[in-house]
């Protein structure tokens, strides 16, 4: 992820939502974000939160990732 101001482009490929709190403090607070190999967002948080910065993605987007995996084509999920 490369924000705007610094010359990132504006696309998909660039781009997560965040809350208006975390978009003006998670840098400066020490937060990085990318994007993984899944095209989702992870953030990586600084050392003085985790000391390994371990990424990190939101539990909803985790939750609907594994419920995708356990569904096979055809099949529906009762909701």
């Given at each position: 992820?490369?924000?705007?101001?610094?010359?990132?482009?504006?696309?998909?490929?660039?781009?997560?939502?965040?809350?208006?709190?975390?978009?003006?403090?998670?840098?400066?607070?020490?937060?990085?974000?990318?994007?993984?190999?899944?095209?989702?967002?992870?953030?990586?948080?600084?050392?003085?939160?985790?000391?390994?910065?371990?990424?990190?993605?939101?539990?909803?987007?985790q939750?609907?990732?594994?419920?995708?995996?356990?569904?096979?084509?055809?099949?529906?999920i009762?909701?």
């Amino acid at each position: 992820m490369v924000p705007w101001i610094e010359g990132g482009p504006t696309d998909l490929n660039n781009l997560t939502l965040l809350c208006i709190f975390h978009h003006h403090n998670f840098l400066a607070r020490g937060w990085t974000c990318r994007i993984n190999p899944d095209g989702l967002p992870e953030w990586i948080p600084p050392r003085w939160v985790d000391r390994d910065q371990k990424p990190l993605i939101n539990t909803r987007i985790q939750a609907a990732r594994t419920a995708r995996k356990q569904t096979r084509p055809g099949k529906r999920i009762k909701c």
